[in-house]
């Protein structure tokens, strides 16, 4: 299900996206120069089981030989400008101004949450997302090395795990996030996992005191 918003009527907010997505509901637009934004509640929704991440011995070989470093939270302008940036990996993008700017916002306030793969002082690959309560929701990922991407998705999980969060959205489930472990569940097993991973609080900064 995916519903325009009438921009004129509906102030998109920091406040508002959190109570979107407690609600199971996520912002798109049509593309970069759309100033309209939509909301999107799939019959399909892609998750990645934090017990079930899959992580080959020739990818853990590459990311203990790539000499790369992972860090959270440093560079939100790098990673959302990645992101948003259409190459080999995406045709289009849906990131417009609006969700750059909101997105920046949470991310200022501690909602919004980076994790970015560096080579020296390269940033190579990365992702963002929003954590809210027990539940992670991966927003966009991007690479400009190969294995960057999941080499920054292994770290998510590795993160999510240690802070106790029970449920990672990725919302669409594409052949890159299924080779990882995803799957998708129906809407209203999302909605009642969602709703068990909104009454705890996960720690986002445990792993970094494991």
């Known amino acids: 299900m995916a519903r325009k918003s009438d921009p004129f009527s509906i102030e998109i907010t920091p406040e508002l996206i959190v109570r979107a997505y407690r ?6 637009a049509e593309d970069a120069e ?11 929704r892609g998750i990645i089981p934090l017990d079930g991440f899959h992580t080959s011995k020739s990818l853990r070989k590459a990311m203990r ?16 400008e990645g992101c948003a940036t259409v190459g080999s990996d995406r045709q289009s993008t849906w990131i417009n101004g609006t969700i750059r700017a909101v997105y920046g916002e ?10 970015e793969v560096w080579d020296g002082d390269e940033l190579v690959g990365g992702l963002y997302g929003l954590a809210i309560g027990a539940a992670f929701f991966g927003e966009s990922m991007f690479h400009r090395r190969t294995d960057a991407s999941k080499m920054a998705m292994a770290h998510l999980v590795d993160r999510l795990n240690a802070g106790g969060y029970e449920l990672l959205d990725t919302q669409f489930l594409t052949d890159h996030l299924a080779s990882l472990g995803g799957m ?3 809407r209203t097993e999302y909605e009642d996992r969602l709703g068990l991973a909104l009454l705890r609080e996960g720690n986002w900064n445990a792993w970094d005191h494991r």
């Open 23 to 28: 609600a199971g509901i996520f912002p798109m």
């Open 34 to 44: 759309d100033t309209d934004l939509f909301w999107v509640s799939p019959d399909m």
């Open 65 to 80: 030989k790539s000499g790369w470093s992972v860090r959270v939270d440093t560079e939100w302008e790098g990673v959302i």
């Open 106 to 115: 949470l991310f200022r306030r501690g909602v919004a949450h980076t994790v």
């Open 184 to 186: 998708e569940i129906p």
